[in-house]
């Protein structure tokens, strides 16, 4: 099974070229993730992005990559996926809110990183 992700211009993100992996696995709903942000280990919350602004789920998918072998694609909507800090409860998503930032998707490597939804 292929896994295409392309996102197009957009006030969420920059856009990128597509891109082709093999899927291994279907996609699953992930509430958030560890990234590092500002030099520190930062627990976000993530969700997909679609046009006009509709929040969508964001997923976790294993896949491979040529260059980084079995990893996990973190992708959304067609407007990519956006981030917040993880507090008890994420804030109202906003696309102009300036403590929120969007990204086309993620390559993750490791499990451990991610956070399924329930």
Same mark, same amino acid.
């Given at each position: 099974?292929?896994l295409y992700?392309? #996102?197009? =211009?957009? %006030?969420?993100?920059d856009?990128t070229?597509?891109?082709m992996?093999? +899927?291994?696995?279907? +996609?699953? $709903?992930l /509430?958030?993730?560890?990234?590092?942000?500002?030099g520190q280990?930062?627990c976000? !919350?993530?969700t997909g #992005?679609? %046009? %006009?602004? @509709?929040? #969508?789920? /964001?997923v976790a998918?294993?896949?491979?990559?040529?260059?980084?072998g #079995? @990893?996990y694609?973190?992708?959304?909507g067609?407007? &990519?996926?956006?981030?917040? &800090?993880a507090?008890?409860q %994420?804030r109202? !998503?906003?696309? /102009?809110d $300036?403590?929120q !930032? &969007?990204? =086309?998707?993620?390559?993750? &490597?490791?499990?451990?990183?991610l956070?399924? +939804? +329930?």
């Amino acid at each position: 099974m292929d896994l295409y992700l392309e #996102v197009g =211009p957009n %006030p969420n993100c920059d856009a990128t070229e597509g891109m082709m992996y093999c +899927a291994l696995e279907p +996609a699953r $709903p992930l /509430a958030r993730l560890w990234m590092i942000r500002d030099g520190q280990p930062t627990c976000c !919350w993530v969700t997909g #992005v679609e %046009p %006009p602004g @509709v929040w #969508v789920p /964001a997923v976790a998918q294993k896949i491979t990559d040529s260059g980084a072998g #079995v @990893v996990y694609a973190i992708h959304g909507g067609r407007w &990519g996926i956006r981030f917040q &800090g993880a507090a008890a409860q %994420p804030r109202p !998503w906003d696309l /102009a809110d $300036p403590t929120q !930032w &969007g990204e =086309p998707y993620k390559i993750y &490597g490791a499990l451990k990183d991610l956070v399924f +939804a +329930a």
